[in-house]
């Protein structure tokens, strides 16, 4: 019998879109990597997704996806547990997404907030595609193939999650019924602020990477922003509006947030000092993931034997979906 023949599905996705930070880290992949004890994970590299707004700059794509299995699997995916596999090698994707794309009303999608709030957001790049309108059909698609149970996406992911079961639900009373509804799973982590106080993003090159080597980490922490207040060392701070207090409570022991939060107060510890623990302490918990990078890339045929071990298990599943809904639709 397989090991998840009677378990619960998970699927979830990420985009290529660069390097993986520390709020990528700790709102998705921790809570993966939890997901992967208890249930039949699937998980995988959303690489046709990035072209819907990456269309005109695609040269990086196959470097941007392999950095990503690196982080991934680094960061302890297990690919034991949990199929790993990148969403262009199975052309059921882009199969059922025709398909679907039939029943989808274009008013559906022109209402999704994170449509509009995204044209919006990206300036000085022509976003009137039908790609980038159809991004979560590709999306539903992408899900619905798996028949999960659960999906772990973010809150901005719920509209997408919620035009999922609305295209299910579609589809299911138009031909007859293959498409569990797939419930979403929210991560608990609260966000990680930047460097710069703001929260943590790509787009506001405010980061701390996974890939960042030592220094790069501790330098990044030197200069990042501390309560405003402070500006001599006898100046006293308030930790509860500092980020730099918030990785404490990510990345330090409870006696050492406990203390510095009373020595911030009373200025007994300056914010060199006080940034130097929690790079201590950071630098603790990145050191097996870069150890795990360095495994990685030490051996290059290992990311591409997972990813086609994952690929040829997800291409089953896929498959015998796409066949029941050819089915349905008497194709
Ligand atoms: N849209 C998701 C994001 O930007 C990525 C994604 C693509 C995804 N397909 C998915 C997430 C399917 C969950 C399930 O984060
Ligand atoms: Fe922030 Fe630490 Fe400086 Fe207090 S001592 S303001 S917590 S960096």
New binding site residues.
Partial sequence: MPPHAHTSRVLSGMQPSGLLHLGNWLGALENWKALQEQYDCFFFVADWHALSTNYENTSRIKEFNRELLIDWLAAGIDPNRATVFIQSRIPEHAMLHLLLSMIVPIPWLERNPTYKEKREEIKGRDLSTYGFLGYPVLQAADILLYKPDYVPVGKDQLPHLELTREIARRFNSLYRPVFPEPKEHLTKFPKVLGTDGRKMSKSYGNTINLSDAEPVVRQKLKTMV??PA?VKRTDK?N?DI?P??DFHKIFSSPQTIEQ?GRD?RTAA???ID??KLVADGMVGRLAPIWEGRARLTATPGRVEEIVTEGSRRASEVAHRTLEEVTDAMKL
């Fill in positions: 501390t309560d402070r701070g930790p500092c730099v207090y510095v911030c510890i300056g914010c006080c940034k």
